[in-house]
């Protein structure tokens, strides 16, 4: 089992960044693969940045030069870095990590078995 809280949410103006932090704890060492999705109100959870078997990111197109993923491994914490935050960007952002073997394609959300509980994020004007 691996455990994933998500922290670093908040209320930001837009044009600011914020850094998000998801911690990892259990057995860590089991996930392939981990990411970031987000599901704002009323729609389908959305991808936004991955780091894959090979430690290569991935990105959601639309949202690439914005999001910046990364991990520290001694810290067991994967990172969100998001600038110039934008009104469509309000969300709850989750982290999620696959399974040990896992090397398919990380776009989906069905590629994660381990999902953090999300933290909010809000742009104001």
């Known amino acids: 089992q691996v455990q994933l809280v998500e922290s670093g949410g908040g209320l930001v103006q837009a044009g600011g960044s914020l850094r998000l932090s998801c911690a990892a704890s259990?057995?860590?060492?089991?996930?392939?693969?981990m990411a970031w999705f987000r599901q704002a109100p009323g729609k389908e959870r959305q991808f936004v940045a991955a780091?894959?078997?090979?430690?290569?990111?991935y990105y959601a197109n639309s949202l690439k030069g914005r999001f910046t993923i990364s991990g520290d491994n001694a810290k067991l914490t994967l990172y969100m870095q998001i600038n110039d935050l934008k009104p469509d960007d309000p969300s709850v952002y989750y982290c999620?990590?696959?399974?040990?073997?896992?090397?398919?394609?990380?776009?989906?959300?069905?590629?994660?078995?381990?999902w953090g509980q999300g933290t909010q994020v809000t742009v104001s004007a």
């Open positions: 259990g057995r860590t060492s089991t996930s392939a693969s």
């Open positions: 999620a990590a696959s399974g040990p073997s896992y090397s398919g394609t990380v776009y989906f959300a069905e590629a994660y078995i381990y």
């Open positions: 780091i894959g078997i090979n430690r290569s990111s």
